[in-house]
């Protein structure tokens, strides 16, 4: 079941935190776990479609990275998460969630190891866009001025514990290849996936990454009805206007 709660995640950034934090203890289970599994099939069942939004647009500029973090909110490692939504424009192309690998020593570290996180993110969808013949440039978002302030900087600073492998983004900061910008804490959308969120804060961050939620079962979607006897693919429909479902019966080639 979290194996299955982890694929889909990947399309349901508002379960990615919960789906995560799941994920973490199946290696030894406990009671909690398995209420915390129960609580997420209570919230699918409640929303069991999120439509996401492609809207006509044209073609952006830029490509826009927001980044966010919780700093130490783990109680028992106090590791903290960091979150991210990757947007072209009004589409949003990627979300993620993960533990960083980490104790931060400061709610501006945590920030600064999901900007750069984020930063890696982005630079990865700048360059596979200028493949497809659509260059654009990067710009992060992130709620912390702090952290702000140590990637528009050179070295350490007063911060002087800070990992040098999250400094390369001063780098690119100063060389223009990432702009970084302030974004508002609540206005966040990656908030979204570093910390578990009341209804209402669910919901207006899934309408600022283009995400909707609906009831029921998509229109299109297909609903296996019967299935024929001596017929070679599968069924779809209700009797008895059936029809047979094309490409399903399994081909035989070389390798196979």
């Not at 799941?22 to 290696?27: E, K, P, T």
């Not at 260059?135 to 800070?162: F, M, Q, Y």
Request: proline share 4%; net charge positive; glycine share 10%.
């Amino acid at each position: 079941m979290a194996a299955r709660a982890n694929f889909l995640a990947s399309d349901r950034p508002d379960t990615a935190y919960a789906v995560k934090e799941l994920c973490r203890g199946m290696s030894a289970p406990t009671t909690r776990d398995a209420e915390a599994l129960k609580r997420l099939s209570r919230y699918l069942l409640g929303r069991p479609r999120l439509i996401i939004h492609f809207g006509w647009q044209d073609a952006p500029k830029f490509l826009d990275v927001f980044s966010d973090s919780d700093w130490a909110g783990c109680v028992r490692t106090r590791k903290s998460t960091s979150g991210g939504a990757l947007m072209r424009g009004r589409h949003v192309l990627r979300t993620w969630c993960g533990t960083q690998a980490t104790i931060a020593l400061s709610s501006a570290e945590a920030e600064l190891i999901a900007a750069v996180r984020g930063a890696a993110e982005g630079l990865a969808a700048c360059s596979l866009s200028e493949d497809l013949g659509q260059p654009c440039s990067l710009r992060v978002h992130v709620d912390s001025s702090a952290a702000i302030g140590i990637c528009k900087r050179t070295g350490v600073g007063k911060v002087r514990h800070l990992d040098t492998r999250l400094l390369w983004i001063q780098e690119l900061v100063r060389d223009g290849r990432i702009l970084v910008l302030k974004v508002a804490g609540t206005e966040n959308p990656a908030d979204l996936m570093t910390k578990h969120l009341g209804a209402d804060d669910i919901s207006a961050h899934l309408v600022r990454l283009e995400c909707w939620a609906r009831d029921g079962r998509a229109a299109k979607a297909p609903k296996l009805a019967a299935l024929r006897v001596g017929c070679t693919g599968e069924v779809w429909g209700s009797a008895p206007k059936s029809v047979t479902a094309e490409g399903l019966t399994p081909r035989r080639g070389v390798g196979t």
